[in-house]
């Protein structure tokens, strides 16, 4: 294992995907997926799973959009959170595998987003992470003690890309335990 230095914060949330950054609304993902597919010639489509919006009764979001096209596919997640917004959570990119492109991904990814947060020059994939583990090297880098993904992270394997935000979840859940906790009377 070499190290060319230490795990630092990175901007994650001011990474893309496509044009799909962290935080976008629906409209505003849907706007970048849509211009990505074009660029690419590929296939835009919303899937039709939809679920309420917890925080806006009577109103539906969809929960998925993608781009097919022959360099790959991108996926967008999203979420309600709390005030009854809907943003962005997860962007995926997968490629078709093969050795050369998993070295090309990860070329064009040095490329466009610099240095990944784990800077093992033989190792695990790379991660570029916004709250490193203070303990790294010698664990996942963009992971807290419980192996929770620890703030927004950017991760490649192979031939996929990930850029995640737990945020939205971790707005939800504390939202969720906020109304479910309740004064015992005794």
Request: hydrophobic share 40%; proline share 4%; net charge neutral.
């Given at each position: 294992m070499v190290l060319s230095g230490l795990a630092s914060a990175t901007d994650v949330r001011s990474?893309?995907?496509?044009?799909?950054?962290?935080?976008?609304?629906?409209?505003?993902?849907?706007?970048?997926?849509?211009?990505?597919c074009q660029r690419?010639?590929?296939k835009f489509d919303v899937t039709p799973f939809s679920e309420p919006n917890p925080y806006l009764p009577g109103k539906k979001y969809n929960l998925y959009m993608h781009c097919e096209a022959s360099a790959g596919k991108t996926s967008v997640h999203v979420r309600a959170i709390p005030g009854g917004a809907i943003v962005v959570e997860r962007v995926i990119y997968e490629m078709p595998w093969n050795n050369d492109n998993v070295k090309a991904l990860r070329a064009n990814a040095i490329a466009k987003y610099g240095e990944p947060t784990n800077v093992i020059q033989m190792g695990p994939d790379p991660e570029w992470c916004e709250s490193p583990h203070p303990s790294w090297p010698g664990g996942p880098a963009c992971q807290d003690d419980s192996g929770r993904s620890a703030g927004a992270r950017l991760r490649i394997t192979s031939t996929k890309v990930e850029l995640y935000d737990p945020r939205p979840s971790e707005l939800v859940q504390a939202d969720r335990k906020a109304k479910e906790t309740v004064k015992p009377s005794l």
């Open positions: 990474f893309d995907l496509g044009g799909v950054k962290l935080g976008m609304n629906p409209s505003e993902a849907k706007a970048a997926l849509q211009a990505k690419d010639h590929g």
